[in-house]
């Protein structure tokens, strides 16, 4: 079993949709959870962190339920420049980081 | 742009060569990583320094070679590479006052094996 596991879609939705990514961890020691998003043959870009109080930044939430193991992404109104692959990542003592195989998303015109 | 840079933006080498990739970040940041990324597949952590100490080796085969010669710049020193080498470098950095930061990333340097 992976240690962080993502759904890897793709997901094919319209502009102006809300979508929903979630991302499951095995290891209950992990301590701190980020999303990143990564477009083709760029580097990876932190887009949030996640904490179990939820954390908002204009059309994203992202929410960790430590008891499920599993981590949450939420885009309201998509638009075309969120297509991208988003990933899910977890840290474990300070700098372990396992980043889960990501989602894909394609948002249409 | 991002506020960590990778040299070179892309490298071609031959099995028997031996070279390096350079990082370099001024954001104090005292936490430094490598990554290998293959098409289509995640980051995947090779090295981590924390205080220009080596903190995590991930089982990384001898003819990659990490060096931290100070706390802003991080070298891979490559050296008798296989063609499954070839793959994406990333370099990242976090601070290092709290555990558990965010990882800022370079944009990479694309390495290819002959």
């Known amino acids: 079993r992976k240690e962080v596991e993502q759904d890897p879609g793709p997901f094919n939705v319209p502009e102006g949709a809300t979508v929903a990514f979630n991302c499951t961890y095995s290891?209950?020691?992990?301590?701190?959870f980020f999303w990143y998003r990564q477009d083709c043959r760029k580097e990876p870009k932190l887009l949030m962190s996640?904490?179990?109080s939820g954390n908002e930044d204009g059309r994203f939430t992202a929410q960790l339920n430590r008891a499920s193991q599993y981590i949450s992404l939420l885009i309201r109104d998509s638009k075309l420049s969120d297509s991208a692959t988003y990933l899910c990542?977890?840290?474990?003592?300070?700098?372990?980081?396992?980043f889960g195989a990501g989602t894909r998303l394609f948002v249409k015109a | 742009d991002t506020e960590v840079t990778q040299t070179p933006k892309h490298l071609v080498m031959g099995m028997t060569n031996k070279k390096s990739l350079k990082c370099e970040q001024h954001?104090?940041?005292?936490?430094m990583y490598w990554y290998k990324q293959k098409a289509k597949k995640p980051p995947e952590l090779m090295f981590v320094?924390?205080?220009?100490?080596?903190?995590i080796n991930e089982s990384v085969p001898s003819r990659f070679s990490p060096e931290c010669p100070n706390s802003s710049l991080l070298n891979l020193h490559l050296h008798a590479l296989q063609p499954e080498d070839s793959a994406l470098y990333l370099c990242?950095?976090?601070?290092?006052?709290?555990?558990?930061?965010?990882?800022?990333f370079g944009d990479g340097t694309r390495l290819s094996i002959l």
């Open positions: 990242a950095s976090s601070q290092d006052r709290q555990p558990n930061q965010p990882q800022h």
């Open positions: 290891n209950s020691a992990s301590q701190s």
């Open positions: 320094y924390s205080y220009e100490k080596l903190s």
């Open positions: 990542v977890a840290i474990t003592g300070g700098f372990k980081t396992i």
């Open positions: 996640v904490y179990s």
């Open positions: 954001m104090g940041h005292r936490a």
